[in-house]
T-cell receptor, first 111, second 118 residues
Framework: GQQLNQSPQSMFIQEGEDVSMNCTSS?????WLWYKQDPGEGPVLLIA?????ELTSNGRLTAQFGITRKDSFLNISASIPSDVGIYFC???????????FGAGTQVVVTP | EAQVTQNPRYLITVTGKKLTVTCSQN?????MSWYRQDPGLGLRQIYY???????DKGDVPEGYKVSRKEKRNFPLILESPSPNQTSLYFC?????????????????FGNGTRLTVT
């Protein structure tokens, strides 16, 4: 069953605001990945984290791999309309090939 | 253009009628995987393949089969589809397993196949 808890489920924010979402797990993960899915398309990788404590940025996005290896967060600063979409966390559980996704955070940005 | 191509994009079928969803990548990727996406559940992994002739179960393999006879193709087979397999399906590929540190091997997704089983 699903072992990743992603929150919040959805967010309605105004353009220019910062966004924060997180994922927690009951199991230790070796890798945390963050993806974004635009409507009608497949997810696209935003940030990959491979080491506990790692903090990585990609433009206005920042993600961190929690020290306990059981959580990760993603921040989006100064949101813009094209930030709209569903954001997923994902982590490796078990063998290298098994990748588990969170349920997603739907982000809606209003002007 | 580097891409993962799934066909068909939309499929409506009836219970019990065998179907295959094709997936092809042109990037010489070793790793390929199938996911289904359902509201409130995110993406759940069905099967994955580390290389030709090497396939393994993901979290929700029941009712599905896959094969990897060639590197570029990874078809998803539903021998006897049922209504609970109605979902949005994604195929994905990467050079090596996407969770391996230091490999810079992002997962590339196809555009999805929306399947309805009545």
């Amino acid at each position: 069953g699903q072992q990743l808890n992603q929150s919040p489920q959805s967010m309605f924010i105004q353009e220019g605001e910062d966004v924060s979402m997180n994922c927690t797990s009951s199991s230790i993960f070796n890798t945390w990945l963050w993806y974004k899915q635009d409507p009608g398309e497949g997810p696209v990788l935003l940030i990959a984290l491979y080491k506990a404590g790692e903090l990585t940025s990609n433009g206005r996005l920042t993600a961190q791999f929690g020290i306990t290896r059981k959580d990760s967060f993603l921040n989006i600063s100064a949101s813009i309309p094209s930030d709209v979409g569903i954001y997923f966390c994902a982590g490796q559980l078990g063998s290298w090939g098994k990748l588990q996704f969170g349920a997603g955070t739907q982000v809606v940005v209003t002007p | 253009e580097a891409q993962v191509t799934q066909n068909p994009r939309y499929l409506i079928t009836v219970t019990g009628k065998k179907l295959t969803v094709t997936c092809s990548q042109n990037m010489n990727h070793e790793y390929m995987s199938w996911y289904r996406q359902d509201p409130g559940l995110g993406l759940r992994q069905i099967y994955y393949s580390m290389n030709v002739e090497v396939t393994d179960k993901g979290d929700v393999p029941e009712g599905y089969k896959v094969s990897r006879k060639e590197k570029r193709n990874f078809p998803l087979i539903l021998e006897s589809p049922s209504p609970n397999q109605t979902s949005l399906y994604f195929c994905a590929s990467s050079l090596s397993p996407p969770t391996l540190a230091g490999r810079n091997s992002p997962l590339h997704f196809g555009n999805g196949t929306r399947l309805t089983v009545t």
